[in-house]
């Protein structure tokens, strides 16, 4: 069934924050520290993103779900074939690691949430070679997105900003930030198509993701689905 099978999550690995089209980020209600990080981040800024999803047939309720279920969500995208190959465990409170144990890697944490809104501070690091390039790079990111209901399905605006966690990156890059800023919204734009589509399926057919989810045999994936979808068939 894996053909009609399309993945969803990871669109999480992603960005800074500012202003949003729909407003300023609640900066107020974050934590200090948090505060202090994403200010940071907007002090030396290198690049900027923002992207708008199509409507898709899915309700806001099972996106939620999903989005509050990382390790789910990856193991949903492993079977779905869908690459990079993630693998996703929560630090709590509201850290989780994303790993493609081939040199991309970080760690995600929810710095604001509320229905249809959420914030994340990313901290990223691409090993030397991994995607070409001739050195290591690491940034410092966060991402704001926004999801709502609308007439013709779930809609949403993600936007983003990214800050290389050296001046010697920035000054480096310079001569390619356009092509370094057309790859990043090419990947943003695969990675949020396939979270839209995911989880359009997820709500029709999340009973098919059970025995793949099975034969990995992680507990807690397995847990996060039954709390999720509850629990999966037998034959």
């Given at each position: 069934?894996?053909?009609?099978?399309?993945?969803?999550?990871?669109?999480?690995?992603?960005?800074?924050?500012?202003?949003?089209?729909?407003?300023p980020?609640?900066?107020?209600?974050l934590?200090?520290?948090?505060?202090?990080?994403v200010?940071d981040?907007?002090?030396?800024?290198?690049?900027?993103?923002?992207?708008?999803?199509?409507?898709?047939?899915?309700r806001?309720?099972?996106?939620?779900?999903?989005?509050?279920?990382?390790?789910?969500?990856a193991?949903?995208?492993?079977?779905?074939?869908?690459v990079?190959?993630f693998?996703?465990?929560?630090?709590p409170?509201?850290?989780?690691?994303?790993?493609?144990?081939?040199?991309?890697?970080?760690t995600?944490?929810?710095?604001?949430?509320?229905?249809?809104?959420?914030i994340?501070?990313?901290?990223?690091r691409?090993?030397?070679?991994?995607?070409?390039?001739?050195?290591?790079?690491?940034?410092?990111?966060?991402?704001?997105?926004?999801?709502?209901?609308?007439?013709?399905?779930?809609?949403?605006?993600?936007?983003?900003?990214?800050?290389?966690d050296?001046?010697?990156?920035?000054f480096?890059?310079?001569?390619?930030?356009?092509?370094?800023?057309k790859?990043?919204?090419?990947?943003?734009?695969?990675?949020?198509?396939?979270?839209?589509?995911?989880?359009?399926?997820?709500?029709?057919?999340?009973?098919?993701?059970?025995e793949?989810?099975?034969?990995?045999?992680?507990?807690?994936?397995?847990?996060?689905?039954?709390?999720?979808?509850?629990?999966?068939?037998?034959?």
């Open positions: 069934m894996r053909g009609r099978v399309v993945p969803q999550f990871l669109g999480l690995l992603l960005l800074a924050s500012g202003l949003s089209a729909q407003g980020l609640p900066l107020e209600a934590a200090p520290q948090h505060r202090a990080a200010q981040i907007l002090s030396r800024l290198d690049f900027t993103f923002r992207i708008r999803t199509p409507p898709r047939k899915v806001l309720a099972t996106v939620e779900k999903l989005y509050d279920r990382p390790r789910l969500c193991a949903m995208w492993r079977y779905c074939q869908f990079p190959t693998y996703t465990f929560e630090v409170p509201a850290t989780f690691t994303v790993d493609d144990l081939r040199g991309l890697h970080g995600m944490t929810l710095i604001y949430k509320r229905p249809g809104y959420r994340y501070i990313a901290d990223g691409v090993e030397r070679g991994r995607m070409g390039n001739p050195m290591a790079v690491g940034a410092k990111m966060v991402t704001a997105y926004r999801y709502h209901e609308g007439p013709n399905g779930l809609e949403g605006e993600l936007q983003t900003w990214t800050a290389l050296s001046a010697l990156l920035g480096l890059s310079r001569p390619f930030r356009s092509y370094i800023q790859r990043q919204e090419e990947f943003i734009a695969y990675i949020f198509f396939n979270i839209a589509q995911g989880s359009e399926f997820a709500e029709s057919h999340p009973q098919e993701f059970w793949p989810l099975q034969r990995e045999s992680d507990p807690v994936a397995l847990a996060e689905f039954e709390a999720a979808f509850g629990r999966g068939r037998k034959r």
